[in-house]
């Protein structure tokens, strides 16, 4: 069963960086898409970033050239930098896992999938002066 363990949050100051990583274990990543999500206490959660099982990025409209996704095959993780930090920034941020290709849109596409059925438990981002 593929298990997800998120890891790299903390407590940055505005305009800082970050590196998120997700690992994946008990399959390998290239049979899923994989997707960064936040969420803040009170507010919906948010759809960053996403990369498909054939490794094509995609990124929410929400973002603004602030995030990268990428990902390590041999490591099996995804990563999410995120640039410039602000204190909106501030959530528990997510990755989750969804089967293989998109059912309606073929692998070149992940945005907004509902099939997610894999989440890890969360990292921490705290962006505070």
């Known amino acids: 069963q593929l298990q997800l363990v998120e890891s790299g949050g903390g407590l940055v100051q505005p305009g800082g960086s970050l590196r998120l990583s997700c690992a994946a274990s008990g399959a390998t990543l290239d049979a899923y898409a994989i997707g960064w999500f936040r969420q803040a206490p009170g507010k919906e959660r948010e759809e960053i970033s996403c990369?498909?099982?054939?490794?094509?990025?995609n990124y929410g409209g929400s973002v603004k050239g602030r995030f990268l996704i990428s990902r390590d095959i041999a490591r099996n993780t995804v990563d999410l930098q995120i640039f410039g930090l602000k204190p909106e920034d501030t959530a528990v941020y997510y990755c989750?896992?969804?089967?293989?290709?998109?059912?309606?849109?073929?692998?070149?596409?992940?945005?907004?999938?509902?099939?997610?059925?894999?989440w890890g438990q969360g990292t921490q981002v705290t962006v505070s002066s």
């Open positions: 989750a896992a969804a089967p293989g290709a998109d059912p309606s849109y073929g692998d070149g596409y992940c945005l907004g999938r509902n099939d997610f059925g894999s």
């Open positions: 990369i498909t099982s054939s490794g094509k990025t």
